[in-house]
């Protein structure tokens, strides 16, 4: 079946470091593409999406590019600040049942 | 426009025990999902609610049952509650199956 999978965490980086979370998945069909961000004692958050190959999504400084050939939908942000520290959650959507599979997270923490 | 709330915030219970969380979706919403959030695991799908009949089932026993009303708000129910059971129990909205979600703050359960 479906699933995603995403590098362990934590992360710890210095503020100001470059981000990359990867993200692959495997899926029979073209799923819509999405990363979502989760604060600590709150839901989630939309942060950003593709729904197709080449699509690249971008949100916040946040970016991730839909790779078909890779089956990759990798987080990168620039330059993190300490407000990044969350943790983030690479999902796909079925496009025949609408269902969304996540994986399992990886915990960011960005250090002043 | 007022976001997916969800009631009780937080909830403790005895194994064996029944349980009732309550969700009510983004204005204009009509469809609803529900997922369990394991702690350090992403959200695992439970079902979904469009226009109140139930079109999509993760994994989960029936003693996991849903409904949702025609205000597109939803009920999920939990029977003979197990320790296992103990999550974070997050609601989706969105305005139709293929669009994108928006999740509520969740209700955290504990199951002694």
């Known amino acids: 079946g479906d699933s995603v999978t995403q590098m362990e965490g934590p992360v710890t980086l210095s503020e100001e470091a470059f981000l990359t979370i990867n993200c692959t998945y495997t899926?029979?069909?073209?799923?819509?593409l999405f990363w979502y961000v989760q604060y600590p004692g709150e839901g989630l958050q939309l942060l950003l999406k593709a729904t197709k190959a080449d699509d690249k999504g971008s949100n916040k400084g946040f970016e991730a590019t839909y790779r078909k050939e890779t089956t990759s939908f990798h987080l990168e942000k620039g330059s993190v600040q300490v407000s990044d520290s969350a943790v983030y959650f690479c999902a796909l959507r079925d496009p025949g049942t609408y269902k969304y599979i996540f994986g399992t997270g990886t915990r960011l923490k960005v250090l002043a | 426009e007022t976001g997916v709330t969800q009631s009780p915030t937080h909830l403790i219970k005895t194994r064996g025990q029944q349980v009732t969380l309550r969700c009510s979706s983004q204005?204009?919403?009509?469809?609803v999902s529900w997922y369990q959030q394991a702690l350090g695991q992403g959200p695992q799908f439970i079902f979904q609610?469009?226009?109140?009949?139930?079109?999509g089932r993760g994994n989960f026993p029936p003693r996991f049952s849903g409904l949702q009303f025609p205000n597109y708000s939803s009920e999920l129910n939990v029977n003979a509650l197990e320790l296992d059971d103990s999550a974070l129990y997050l609601c989706?909205?969105?305005?139709?199956?293929?669009?994108?979600?928006?999740f509520g703050p969740g209700t955290r359960l504990t199951v002694t």
């Open positions: 989706a909205s969105s305005g139709g199956q293929g669009h994108e979600q928006y």
């Open positions: 609610y469009y226009r109140e009949e139930e079109n």
């Open positions: 204005s204009g919403h009509n469809t």
């Open positions: 899926a029979t069909g073209y799923p819509s």
